[in-house]
């Protein structure tokens, strides 16, 4: 099973930044893309970034480009998200999600950690 666990959520006032952290552990066999979503009260869950696990390939959502950049650590299956410039509207829970396999014959699948809260106001 393929575990993720996320950290560095806060509260922060517009205009500063935070840094997530996504670490997989358990059983991966690969990986294909990890990335970022995020949920607001009563909206659907937006994709935000993802990076490739072959070429390094990233995709930002309109919303964060800019603002927002996505990396990862291979050797420690780790993948961050520095946010700056953050806006009110940014506020939601933010989600890391791993594409891959848990085993080498196993479907690939997506995985998601539980959520970390980003609220930003002043």
């Known amino acids: 099973q393929v575990q993720l666990v996320e950290s560095g959520g806060g509260l922060v006032q517009p205009g500063g930044s935070l840094r997530l952290s996504c670490a997989a552990s358990?059983?991966?066999?690969?990986?294909?893309?990890m990335g970022w979503y995020r949920q607001a009260p009563g909206k659907e869950r937006e994709l935000l970034a993802t990076?490739?696990?072959?070429?390094?390939?990233?995709n930002y959502a309109d919303s964060v480009k800019g603002r927002f950049t996505i990396s990862r650590d291979k050797a420690k299956n780790t993948v961050t998200l520095q946010m700056n410039s953050l806006k009110p509207e940014d506020t939601a829970v933010y989600y890391c999600?791993?594409?891959?396999?848990?085993?080498?014959?196993?479907?690939?699948?997506?995985?998601w950690g539980q959520g970390t809260q980003v609220t930003v106001s002043s």
């Open positions: 990076i490739t696990d072959g070429d390094g390939n990233t």
């Open positions: 358990g059983s991966i066999f690969s990986i294909y893309a």
């Open positions: 999600n791993v594409n891959g396999r848990a085993r080498r014959f196993s479907s690939r699948s997506d995985y």
